[in-house]
């Protein structure tokens, strides 16, 4: 037995190491349990998007803002969207959009905590392992965090792409 030992704990130690990366990776998925829904909207941001309508937070309450456009600007006018709201409801683990109307009776916090102590993390790194093997960018996903507690909010609804990250956190609604 003692002369086999080294072969033994060679062939081993890889699966240990392994079974311990896969726990460290999904067990923090399984104990996140968030209790408060948050909103997002998908409004663009920087210079080009000046003018138009916007969504922010004024005193606990989602205001909708309209700067209008200038008069000689008119190509951005015909390029505009209206920017959508979305709501994460903690409950059920989903995403869905939410009309201006709906939103309206929410109070919102914009901490960046919420309330229970989960915090918004958006995914800037790559899902490779080592980011080197099968690495890519996810940038329709954020992950709401609490110590080692993370779970993974997919956003596939909402326009973003590599180039243009266009998701905005708005606030948490306080119950």
Same mark, same amino acid.
């Given at each position: 037995? +003692?002369?086999?030992? &080294?072969?033994?704990? =060679?062939?081993?130690?890889?699966?240990?190491?392994? @079974?311990?990366?896969?726990?460290?990776?999904?067990?923090?998925?399984?104990?996140?349990?968030?209790?408060?829904?948050?909103?997002?909207?998908?409004?663009?941001?920087?210079?080009?998007?000046?003018? =138009?309508?916007?969504? !922010?937070?004024? !005193?606990?309450? @989602?205001?909708?803002? !309209?700067? &209008?456009?200038?008069?000689?600007?008119?190509?951005?006018?015909?390029?505009? +969207?209206?920017?959508?709201?979305?709501?994460?409801?903690?409950?059920?683990?989903?995403?869905?959009?939410?009309?201006?109307?709906?939103?309206? *009776?929410?109070?919102?916090?914009?901490?960046?905590?919420?309330?229970?102590?989960?915090?918004?993390?958006?995914?800037? =790194?790559?899902?490779?392992?080592?980011?080197?093997?099968?690495?890519?960018?996810?940038?329709?996903?954020?992950?709401?965090?609490? *110590?080692?507690?993370?779970?993974?909010?997919?956003?596939?609804?909402?326009?973003?792409?590599?180039?243009?990250?266009?998701?905005?956190?708005? *606030?948490?609604?306080?119950?």
């Amino acid at each position: 037995m +003692k002369k086999n030992l &080294p072969l033994i704990v =060679g062939l081993t130690l890889p699966f240990v190491v392994i @079974i311990l990366v896969l726990i460290a990776v999904y067990v923090p998925s399984f104990i996140a349990k968030p209790q408060y829904d948050f909103i997002l909207t998908d409004q663009p941001r920087g210079y080009y998007e000046s003018y =138009g309508i916007f969504y !922010e937070v004024k !005193e606990g309450k @989602i205001v909708r803002t !309209e700067i &209008p456009y200038p008069s000689d600007v008119n190509i951005y006018k015909t390029a505009y +969207k209206e920017p959508r709201l979305f709501i994460y409801r903690a409950g059920a683990d989903s995403v869905e959009e939410i009309s201006f109307a709906e939103v309206q *009776g929410k109070t919102i916090s914009t901490s960046s905590k919420a309330p229970d102590g989960y915090e918004i993390e958006y995914n800037r =790194g790559n899902n490779g392992i080592f980011e080197i093997f099968g690495s890519s960018g996810d940038y329709r996903s954020i992950f709401l965090t609490k *110590g080692m507690a993370r779970t993974r909010i997919s956003l596939v609804t909402m326009r973003s792409n590599y180039y243009s990250d266009t998701r905005q956190f708005l *606030g948490w609604v306080i119950k």
